[in-house]
C-alpha cells in the first residue's frame, strides 16, 4: 500500500517527473557526448518498459551507455559478457547441494537485477540467448519446476557487434521484435571526441554521478507514459506508415501489429520526454528508425543501403494526416 | 536509319499476359472467317512474344519485320484480291495486330495493341450481331479494360483488382451506351454501307431446282424467318410460304426469270373469306425473294414489288434482318383466263427427254375423263404405288424424271414436284414449280411460328380452264406426314431408323426453343430497333413530331445529366479524408508562408523551414505550431482551436 501512494503522489506531481528526466537527461549528456539523440531513446525505451538492442562496433560506448543509464536511473545493475560457452545458468543461476543444511539451495544469476547489460548478445549460442530472450518476455524465470519473479523495474540492455561474423550467431528476426528499440550510436563528433580524449576519465565520472531517480519514480514514470494522449489523427497517421510498410515495394515483411503497438508505446515515451501535450507525428518519425528498423524486411535488390535509409524512405512517402 | 533498342528486360511480363489474352480475345469471332494462316501467325507472334519477355531475349531486327509484314501484307492481298471490305480489313487488323506485338518495347506500345483489340471487338459487328454478340463482347472489353489497369498497376495489385476496376468502369459507362443508343437518331440509310462479305455462301433457297439441291437444307436448323400471327395461326398444312417460282424445264433443271416487277400479276389475284394478318422478320438470305403466306395481297416492306408469278421479292437483296407487316388469303384464285400462247409456254418440255414419263403422261391423260381427274389419278399413283419419301435419294442420271418415276422412286419434294409437273406438262396443262417453306413451328413461350431452312419445300401450282392456278403438293400424297408435322418429324422417320438415332430429347427442344423466343425478342427490341421503332418510342416518351434535331437535344441533356449523377455517385462514395478544423487552419498558415508542405513533413520541421525563411516572425511561428499540434494531437482541442485561431488570424 505503501507503496501504491507514492506512485499515485508522484504521479500528480508531474512537475517533479519533469525534473527527474531532465536531470538524468542531463547525467547521460556528461558522460556520452553528442548522442543527445540517442539518449531520448534510450530513457524512452525503458520509460516505455521496452528492452534496448544497441547495435555498433566496439569502443563507441555502448558499454557505457548502459552502465550510465543503471546509474542515472538508480537502478541494480549486472553485465552478462555472452561467449560462446555461456550456458543458461550462467544467467539465470544455479541450485546448489548444501551439505550443511542438507537442502538444495538457488543461487541467484546476473538476470536478477534491474538492469542487465547483456555484452555482445549474438556471441552465444542460440541456447544461451533463448533464456535471456525467455526472461525478457516473461519477466520471470523457471528454476527446477520452480517460477521466481524478476525485480521490477527489469531492463535488458543488449549490445550487438555487426561487424563480427565469424563465431557469431546474430539474433532471427522473430527474437529481435523482442527489443523494443534498436538504436546505433555512431562516431561521436569532433568538438566531443576532443573532449573525449582530451576530458577526464569518463569511467571516474561515471562513480561520481548521482542517481536522477529511484525505483519507484521509475514505475511512477511508466505509469504517466500510458496515459499520454493519442489522438485519432496520430493513429490514422501510425495505420498509413504501418500500411505502407506491408504494401511498399521496397519491403517484402512489413510491420505486424506488435509492430505497430511498440511504435505507439515508444511514441508516447518519446512525447513524455519531450514534454508534449499528446503524442505528436514527430515523435513517431523520432522513434520510427528504432522501433522499425530491426523488424522490417527490405525486398531484394532494394536501393537502400541501411535500415535507417529504408525507414527514412518510409516516412517521407506517407503523408501526416 | 537509327537503330532502337531491341532488348527486352522482363518488366512488362506482369501485363503482357492480359494484353495478349485481350488480343486472342477480341480476335475469336473473326477466326472463322480468316483464313487459317492468319490464325496461326496470330498465335505464333503472340507465343513469341511471350518467350522473349520470359527469357528477355531480343526483339527481332527491324529489317526481319519489315519482311515479314511485306509478306503478310502480299498474303492478305493474294487471299482476298483485295485490301478493303470486312473480310480483307479484320485480316489485316489481325496481322497488324500480330505483327506489331512483335515490336512492343514499351507501355506505349501495348496501348496500340489494346486500341486494336477494342477495334477488332467492334468489327466483329460487322459480321454477325448474335444474341450472344452482346455479353460476349462485353466480357471481352472487361479484360481489355483489365489489361489496360494491368498496366498501370502497381506490383501490390493484384489481377483480381484490376478486373474488378476494370468491370466497375465499364458499368460506369453502362448508362451513358445505353442513353447513347436509345437517343442517338437512326438514319434510314446508315452513314457507311458495309460491304458485303461475298465469299460467304447464301443460306437461302437455290435459284434453280436440279432434284437433289434441297437435301442440305433439309437438314439445317437455322431460321430462316419467324411470323407472328395477329389472329390465329393457320394449320400447318395451310402455311405454305411461297418464295420463287420456277418455270422453265430443261430436262434436267428447272429455272425462273429474274425478279421483275409485274404490274398484272396482282390484279390476277381474287381473293375471298378471312384474311391473316402476321408480321414476318427476315434472316438476312442475301437473295431478292421475301416470303409470304399463300397468297399475299399487302405487305409493308419497302421496294418490295410482285413478280409475274405472283412471286414477292425486293429490288436489292436482303443483306440484313427485315420485318415486315403482310396480310395474306388462303382462299385465292389466279389468273382463271390464261391465254393460249402462255398456257403453251407453262406445258413446255424438251422433246426427246424424259420419253418414258411423256408417254406415261399421254397414257394416263387418255385414260381421265378430264384434266380434273389426271391430276387426281397421277396423285393416287403417287400415294399408291411404291414411292417413297427420303432425304437421301440415290442419284438420278441423264434423264432424271424418267429414272425416278420408273427405277428409284425415292425421294424429297423436288423429286416428286419435278416429276408431277413433267407429268402435267406431258398432258398439256400449265405447270409450274414454286419453292419457298411450308409448315414451321410454333415456339409456345413466344407464341411466333419458327420456319427453319429445314422446312423449305417445292411443290406445284397446275392451270386449269375456270378455276385459274391453284396448288398442287405431290409430296403430300407420298409423306403427309411431311406437310401435316414438318420436314423434321418426316426425315427423321426414314434417317433414324437408317442411322439408329432418335429424336432429339425433349429437353434439348424445349432449351433451344426457349433461346429462340429470348433470340425472337431481342431481334424485335434491340437490333430491330431502326428508325421507325425510334420514332414511335420517342413518341411514347412524349416527344412531339421527332426529328433527330430534338432527339440530338435531348441525347445531349440525358449524357450531361447522366454523367452528372455518376460523377455525384463517385464523389459520394469517395470517403474524403475528414476535413479537421485545426488542419484546414494549419492550412492557411502554410497558404501564408508561401512554402509547400512536403509529404512527410511535420509541423516543427515545417516551422523550422518557415524561420528559415524569414518571412514571419519567430514568436508568431512558435504559437502557430504550438496551438495545432496541441489541437490536433493533444487532449485538450477546443482550447487550442481557439489558441491556434488567434495565432492564425494574427498574421493574416
Redesign the interface.
Known amino acids: 500500500m505503501q507503496r501504491g501512494n507514492t506512485i499515485e503522489a508522484l504521479r500528480t506531481n508531474r512537475d517533479e517527473q519533469r525534473l527527474a528526466i531532465e536531470r538524468a537527461r542531463k547525467a547521460l549528456g556528461s558522460i556520452i557526448l553528442g548522442k543527445d539523440d540517442q539518449i531520448s531513446l534510450a530513457l524512452a525505451c525503458l520509460l516505455a518498459r521496452g528492452h534496448l538492442l544497441i547495435e555498433d562496433l566496439p569502443g563507441l560506448g555502448k558499454t557505457m551507455l548502459a552502465q550510465a543509464l543503471a546509474r542515472v536511473l538508480g537502478l541494480s545493475f549486472r553485465r552478462i559478457q555472452f561467449t560462446s560457452d555461456l550456458l543458461p545458468a550462467d544467467i539465470i543461476g544455479v541450485s546448489i547441494f548444501r551439505q550443511d543444511s542438507g537442502e538444495f539451495e538457488f543461487q541467484p544469476g546476473p538476470v536478477f537485477s534491474q538492469l542487465i547489460l547483456a555484452d555482445e548478445v549474438n556471441r552465444a549460442t542460440p541456447k544461451a540467448q533463448s533464456a535471456l530472450l525467455e526472461a525478457m518476455e516473461e519477466h520471470q524465470v523457471s528454476v527446477d519446476g520452480e517460477t521466481l519473479k524478476l525485480p521490477d523495474p527489469f531492463f535488458v540492455v543488449a549490445t550487438q557487434n555487426p561487424g563480427d561474423q565469424i563465431g557469431t550467431f546474430p539474433l532471427p528476426e522473430s527474437q529481435l521484435d523482442r527489443f523494443l528499440m534498436r538504436v546505433e550510436l555512431g562516431y561521436p563528433n569532433e568538438e566531443s571526441e576532443r573532449e573525449l580524449i582530451a576530458g577526464e576519465d569518463r569511467r571516474s565520472m561515471l562513480r561520481d554521478i548521482e542517481a536522477a531517480t529511484n525505483p519507484e519514480m521509475l514505475m511512477a514514470l511508466q505509469e504517466s507514459v500510458t496515459t499520454v494522449?493519442v489522438?485519432d489523427?496520430?493513429v490514422d497517421y501510425i495505420q498509413a506508415l504501418v500500411r505502407h510498410t506491408r504494401?511498399s515495394?521496397e519491403i517484402e515483411i512489413g510491420l505486424s501489429p506488435r509492430g505497430a503497438q511498440a511504435l505507439v508505446a515508444a511514441a508516447r515515451a518519446r512525447a513524455f520526454v519531450e514534454n508534449?501535450?499528446?503524442?505528436?507525428?514527430?515523435d513517431i518519425?523520432a522513434v520510427f528508425a528504432a522501433i522499425a528498423g530491426h523488424r522490417l524486411k527490405p525486398a531484394g535488390g532494394t536501393r537502400f543501403r541501411s535500415p535507417a535509409e529504408l525507414c527514412q524512405h518510409v516516412?517521407?512517402?506517407?503523408?501526416?494526416? | 536509319m537509327k537503330t532502337r533498342p531491341r532488348g527486352t528486360d522482363g518488366s512488362l511480363l506482369s501485363s503482357l499476359p492480359w494484353t495478349l489474352g485481350a488480343l486472342a480475345l477480341s480476335l475469336v469471332p473473326h477466326l472463322p472467317y480468316l483464313p487459317i494462316w492468319i490464325t496461326v501467325a496470330f498465335f505464333g507472334c503472340a507465343a513469341w512474344r511471350y518467350i522473349i519477355e520470359k527469357q528477355r531475349r531480343m526483339l527481332p531486327s527491324s529489317w526481319f519485320r519489315a519482311l515479314l509484314a511485306l509478306i503478310c501484307f502480299l498474303g492478305v492481298f493474294g487471299t482476298y484480291s483485295s485490301i478493303s471490305g470486312v473480310g480483307p480489313g479484320s485480316a489485316l487488323l489481325a496481322i497488324m495486330a500480330s505483327l506489331k506485338l512483335l515490336e512492343t518495347r514499351k507501355r506505349r506500345d501495348q496501348f496500340v495493341l489494346l486500341f486494336i483489340s477494342i477495334f477488332l471487338v467492334m468489327s466483329s459487328l460487322l459480321r454477325e450481331q448474335y444474341l450472344w454478340s452482346l455479353p460476349y463482347m462485353l466480357a471481352a472489353v472487361t479484360v481489355i479494360m483489365t489489361a489496360w489497369l494491368r498496366m498501370s498497376a502497381g506490383h501490390r495489385e493484384t489481377a483480381k483488382q484490376s478486373f474488378r476496376t476494370g468491370g466497375r468502369l465499364l458499368l460506369y459507362a453502362a448508362p451513358l451506351a445505353i442513353a447513347m443508343w436509345v437517343f442517338f437518331p437512326r438514319l434510314a440509310s446508315p452513314f457507311w454501307a458495309v460491304p458485303v462479305d461475298t465469299s460467304r455462301a447464301t443460306s437461302g433457297l437455290s435459284e434453280t431446282m436440279s432434284p437433289g439441291d434441297i437435301s442440305s437444307l433439309s437438314m439445317s436448323n437455322e431460321v430462316a424467318f419467324r411470323v407472328s400471327f395477329e389472329g390465329t395461326v393457320p394449320e400447318p398444312r395451310d402455311r405454305y410460304w411461297r418464295g420463287l417460282v420456277l418455270t422453265q424445264f430443261n430436262g434436267r433443271t428447272w429455272s425462273g426469270r429474274e425478279a421483275s416487277m409485274s404490274a398484272r400479276a396482282h390484279d390476277q389475284i381474287a381473293v375471298s373469306g378471312n384474311a391473316i394478318s402476321y408480321e414476318v422478320t427476315l434472316e438476312p438470305t442475301r437473295q431478292q425473294w421475301v416470303f409470304a403466306l399463300d397468297m399475299p395481297v399487302t405487305w409493308s416492306l419497302p421496294q418490295t414489288f410482285m413478280g409475274p408469278q405472283q412471286q414477292l421479292a425486293r429490288s436489292v437483296p436482303i443483306d440484313q434482318r427485315v420485318a415486315y407487316r403482310a396480310v395474306s388469303y388462303p382462299d385465292y384464285r389466279v389468273e382463271a383466263e390464261l391465254a393460249a400462247v402462255f398456257r403453251d409456254w407453262y406445258s413446255r418440255v424438251p422433246e426427246g427427254s424424259n420419253r418414258r414419263t411423256a408417254a406415261l403422261a399421254r397414257e394416263m391423260r387418255a385414260a381421265a375423263d378430264s384434266d380434273q381427274a389426271y391430276i387426281e389419278s397421277v396423285l393416287q399413283k403417287f400415294h399408291e404405288e411404291e414411292f417413297f419419301y427420303t432425304l437421301e435419294p440415290p442419284p438420278l442420271g441423264s434423264d432424271p424424271v424418267d429414272r425416278f418415276l420408273f427405277e428409284t422412286r425415292r425421294g424429297f419434294c423436288e423429286h416428286y414436284a419435278s416429276a408431277f409437273s413433267v407429268l402435267m406438262r406431258g398432258a398439256g396443262i400449265p405447270t409450274r414449280v414454286v419453292l419457298g417453306y411450308q409448315g414451321g413451328e410454333i415456339n409456345p413461350l413466344g407464341g411466333h411460328l419458327i420456319v427453319r431452312q429445314s422446312d423449305a419445300h417445292a411443290w406445284t401450282e397446275v392451270w386449269l380452264q375456270g378455276v385459274g392456278w391453284y396448288r398442287v403438293d405431290p409430296t403430300a400424297a407420298v409423306a403427309p406426314d411431311r406437310i401435316d408435322y414438318g420436314a423434321q418429324d418426316a426425315a427423321f422417320e426414314g434417317l433414324g431408323e437408317a442411322w439408329g438415332l432418335s429424336a432429339p430429347s425433349a429437353l434439348l427442344h424445349k432449351l433451344s426453343l426457349t433461346f429462340d423466343a429470348i433470340n425472337a425478342k431481342w431481334n424485335d427490341w434491340i437490333l430491330g430497333y431502326g428508325p421507325d421503332t425510334q420514332n414511335s418510342f420517342m413518341e411514347w416518351l412524349g416527344m412531339k413530331d421527332p426529328d433527330w434535331r430534338k432527339m440530338m437535344l435531348t441525347l445531349i441533356a440525358v449524357v450531361v445529366a447522366l454523367v452528372m449523377v455518376i460523377s455525384l455517385m463517385l464523389m459520394l462514395r469517395y470517403r474524403a479524408p475528414a476535413r479537421d478544423r485545426a488542419s484546414v487552419m494549419y492550412r492557411r498558415f502554410v497558404k501564408k508562408t508561401g512554402l509547400e508542405l512536403q509529404t512527410g513533413e511535420t509541423a516543427e520541421h515545417f516551422g523550422q523551414r518557415v524561420s528559415a525563411h524569414g518571412t514571419l516572425p519567430q514568436s508568431a511561428i512558435d504559437a502557430i505550431t504550438a496551438a495545432y499540434l496541441d489541437s490536433r494531437y493533444g487532449p485538450d482541442a477546443e482550447a487550442s482551436f481557439v489558441r491556434l485561431k488567434t495565432a492564425v488570424g494574427a498574421i493574416a
Do not use: K
Open positions: 494522449h489522438s489523427a496520430l504494401e515495394a508534449h501535450s499528446g503524442a505528436y507525428p514527430d518519425q516516412l517521407d512517402s506517407v503523408a501526416i494526416p
